[in-house]
């Protein structure tokens, strides 16, 4: 069976610092991961994907992701956090079960960062 | 930029009304879906659809019912509404890569 693992509910960051906010999935095949934001009272805004090629994968407001194979894990990544960047945020991986390509989304992890 | 617009941002109805949430996109995208998102569960799909007239049950679909006579417009119907469907009702909308584009979310409170 398919899933996607956010095992952090809440992470803590100081301005500045590096952040990583951690996904781990299952699948069979190839997979199509996904990394979306959500700020309060708004929709989810897509970040970024990985789907084939380079396993750092490059999205928007400066944010990256690592495809790790042998771990099954596509880690979200920033190396200097910014307050905005306080949202709540959430990995997704395509479902296989369907032909509409739907997507599994995790359970979210709430990103604080701290002034 | 594609563009996913949702009825309402806020709603309150009554136990037992019948509710209507409409999303409408503007990319001619042919699958969208509609999602539940409550604290602690993430989102979870209710139903989807892949093209006018298509529709396909999700994860969750008891209660729920949706409507997709034009390609543009997917509504998700609470037939009649319970306390335990208080949520945020997410639209999104399929691209070409796999992504979804999502609309603002309404804020649906049965009281």
């Known amino acids: 069976a398919q899933s996607v693992a956010q095992p952090e509910d809440q992470v803590n960051v100081a301005e500045g610092n590096p952040l990583t906010v951690k996904c781990t999935y299952s699948v069979s095949g190839n997979p199509y991961l996904f990394w979306y934001v959500q700020y309060p009272n708004r929709g989810l805004q897509f970040l970024l994907k990985?789907?084939?090629?380079?396993?750092l994968v490059k999205g928007s407001y400066g944010f990256e992701a690592e495809f790790n194979k042998s771990q099954t894990s596509f880690h979200l990544k920033k190396p200097s956090a910014l307050v905005s960047d306080s949202a709540l945020y959430f990995c997704?991986?395509?479902?296989?079960?369907?032909?509409?390509?739907?997507?599994?989304f995790g359970t979210g992890t709430r990103l604080t960062v701290i002034p | 930029d594609v563009k996913v617009t949702q009825s309402s941002r806020y709603l309150v109805k009554r136990t037992g009304e019948k509710v209507f949430l409409e999303c409408v996109q503007d990319m001619d995208h042919e699958n969208m879906f509609w999602y539940r998102q409550d604290p602690g569960l993430g989102l979870r799909l209710i139903y989807f659809s892949y093209d006018v007239k298509m529709k396909e049950k999700g994860d969750i679909p008891e209660g729920y019912s949706v409507s997709r006579e034009k390609k543009e417009r997917f509504s998700l119907i609470l037939e009649s509404a319970s306390t335990n469907q208080t949520s945020m009702y997410l639209c999104?909308?399929?691209?070409?890569?796999?992504?979804?584009?999502f609309g603002p979310g309404t804020r649906l409170t049965v009281l």
């Open positions: 990985y789907i084939t090629g380079d396993n």
């Open positions: 999104a909308s399929r691209g070409l890569y796999n992504e979804q584009f």
């Open positions: 997704a991986v395509r479902d296989m079960r369907s032909g509409a390509n739907n997507l599994f």
